[in-house]
């Protein structure tokens, strides 16, 4: 493909999909938002995990999603603070399908995978769990290990943010490439080392409480400071050298790379369980210690120390598995509640009659039933078993609140959840479809031999629209 020199990381969103792209209905935001701002987490736009853990867009409408991002809520300025958010990765795929005029997946296969010899790749969407090699999903589950359920892990239109399968062996020859700046093993340079160092410059400085959860200090032996992100990686200072790193979580399966691309080292450490996994208590300590080794340096955990982190220097931490504090049904007059709210980007809410009880149905997967009425209008969401068993050390508590009664019946409802602080609302009078006009501002591997990485398309989505717009 040619080069194209008027593109680059400081491109806009609206330059790549048109002027009538909107991100939020600040026209600042739509106007001036560009890669490098989606990349860096650093949009200032509102974060929809909830949409994605909910499957309400199937792959097919990604398109779809993206000419309704005019209705998510902003969260802060744009360029003013770090602010994590999936949906921004997903949007910088269908950048790149936008630049490329392909599939997301089929330019990564032909712009990276297929150059570095990398056959095992496949989305986890696509992912064959009845294959024997394939890693599945565990969770801890009453004191007992139990396969998770494959039907959660589906990324959709995020597939960007993190959803690419790899064996082993493939899995060091990304990391290979991230280490050479860009390069196969056979010398051959896929990405400039220029463009390459770009991603891992600062580009957002972190928020203390960011800092503080990433970063190690005194009484722990050996310091160390995570003090930036740049595209796709964080920034940390440890034992006199500046390394970059990234962890990534989708329930069972979480993952952390750390680079140091002076002296050419990496590490990768994944796992399919148990859920609920503490990157930072679980596979952080991990990375130290190998890294430690790498370095020639002692390493200040041992056998002992590495299952008791953070003690014996910090406080041990507690991690009682994730329970649904409900107490009572609701069970009385259903009338007023039940029917079909909607939302032109967030989709449809059902709220159903059962035998007095009130059940509600968000999407695919986030289905329950309604407890610890409130105040007339608020209730709090039980969530089914099979689903909470996945999703419960996510979502949290689940706060749900009719309101705007009129007609003999509530017209509004809001879903709050508080484990990752979103809020949803869906109203009666309006209609969720995939076919409607898009900018309505209406209120409404795994193992695939052995290992899944969730942190490889921080990277290869970056390197694609590298080797779309910049110098091979």
Same mark, same amino acid.
């Given at each position: 493909m040619q080069a194209d020199s008027s593109l680059s990381w400081k491109t806009t969103l609206r330059e790549i999909f048109g002027e009538e792209f909107r991100l939020t209905s600040? !026209?600042?935001?739509? %106007?001036?938002?560009?890669?490098?701002?989606?990349?860096?987490?650093?949009?200032?736009? $509102?974060s929809a995990d909830a949409l994605l853990m909910a499957q309400v867009y199937p792959e097919k409408y990604r398109d779809v999603l993206r000419r309704r991002l005019i209705l998510l809520p902003k969260k802060g300025q744009i360029r003013g603070q770090f602010s994590y958010n999936n949906l921004m990765y997903g949007l910088a795929g269908m950048a790149a399908e936008a630049i490329g005029g392909k599939p997301y997946f089929e330019l990564m296969r032909e712009k990276l995978l297929e150059p570095l010899n990398i056959t095992t @790749?496949?989305?986890?969407?696509?992912?064959?769990?009845? &294959? !024997?090699?394939?890693?599945? !999903?565990? &969770?801890?589950?009453?004191?007992?290990?139990?396969?998770s359920d494959p039907r959660f892990y589906r990324l959709g239109p995020f597939s960007p943010a993190g959803g690419l399968c790899l064996s082993p062996t493939d899995l060091t020859k990304w990391l290979?490439?991230?280490?050479? *700046? $860009?390069?196969?093993?056979?010398?051959?340079?896929?990405?400039?080392?220029?463009?390459?160092?770009?991603?891992? %410059?600062?580009?957002? @400085? *972190? +928020?203390?409480?960011? &800092?503080?959860?990433?970063?190690?200090?005194?009484?722990y032996p050996q310091p160390s400071y995570t003090a930036w992100y740049g595209m796709g990686w964080f920034g940390r200072f440890y034992r006199g050298s500046v390394d970059f790193f990234h962890g990534g979580s989708m329930f069972s399966y979480n993952s952390v790379v750390v680079m140091d691309t002076i002296k050419q080292t990496g590490i990768a450490v994944t796992v399919n369980g148990l859920n609920p996994t503490i990157l930072q208590? +679980?596979?952080?300590? *991990? @990375?130290?210690?190998?890294?430690?080794?790498?370095?020639?340096?002692?390493?200040?955990?041992?056998?002992?120390?590495?299952?008791?982190?953070?003690?014996?220097w910090g406080n041990p931490f507690f991690r009682p598995p994730p329970t649904q504090n409900v107490e009572e049904k609701y069970v009385g007059e259903t009338g007023e509640f039940v029917g079909v709210f909607g939302h032109t980007l967030y989709g449809e809410v059902l709220v159903t009659d059962n035998n007095q009880s009130i059940d509600l149905k968000w999407g695919e997967v986030m289905k329950g039933t309604l407890y610890d009425r409130t105040n007339l209008l608020s209730?709090?969401?039980?969530?089914?078993? +099979?689903?909470? %068993?996945?999703?419960?050390?996510?979502?949290?508590?689940?706060?749900?609140?009719?309101?705007q009664f009129y007609s003999g019946q509530?017209?509004? *409802?809001?879903?709050?959840? &508080? $484990?990752?602080?979103?809020?949803?609302?869906?109203s009666r009078?309006?209609?969720?479809?995939?076919f409607l006009p898009s900018q309505s501002t209406s209120s409404s591997t795994a193992r695939l031999i052995s290992f899944m990485t969730e942190f490889?398309?921080?990277?290869?989505?970056? %390197?694609?629209?590298?080797n779309l717009f910049n110098r091979l």
């Open positions: 600040d !026209p600042v935001v739509s %106007s001036h938002t560009t890669l490098e701002d989606i990349l860096s987490h650093r949009s200032g736009v $509102g @790749a496949v989305l986890v969407d696509n992912l064959d769990y009845s &294959q !024997p090699l394939t890693s599945k !999903p565990h &969770q801890m589950i009453k004191g007992s290990v139990k396969r290979y490439f991230v280490n050479t *700046l $860009g390069t196969t093993p056979s010398k051959k340079r896929l990405v400039s080392s220029f463009d390459f160092m770009e991603m891992t %410059s600062s580009k957002v @400085a *972190l +928020d203390f409480l960011t &800092q503080l959860g990433f970063s190690l200090f005194d009484p208590l +679980d596979l952080y300590p *991990l @990375a130290y210690y190998l890294k430690d080794l790498l370095l020639d340096k002692t390493p200040w955990l041992n056998k002992t120390t590495i299952c008791s982190y953070p003690e014996p209730f709090r969401l039980r969530v089914d078993d +099979d689903v909470f %068993s996945v999703l419960g050390s996510e979502i949290g508590d689940i706060k749900v609140v009719f309101n509530y017209n509004n *409802l809001d879903i709050t959840f &508080q $484990g990752m602080m979103e809020k949803y609302n869906f009078d309006v209609e969720f479809n995939f490889c398309p921080f990277v290869l989505i970056m %390197s694609i629209l590298v």
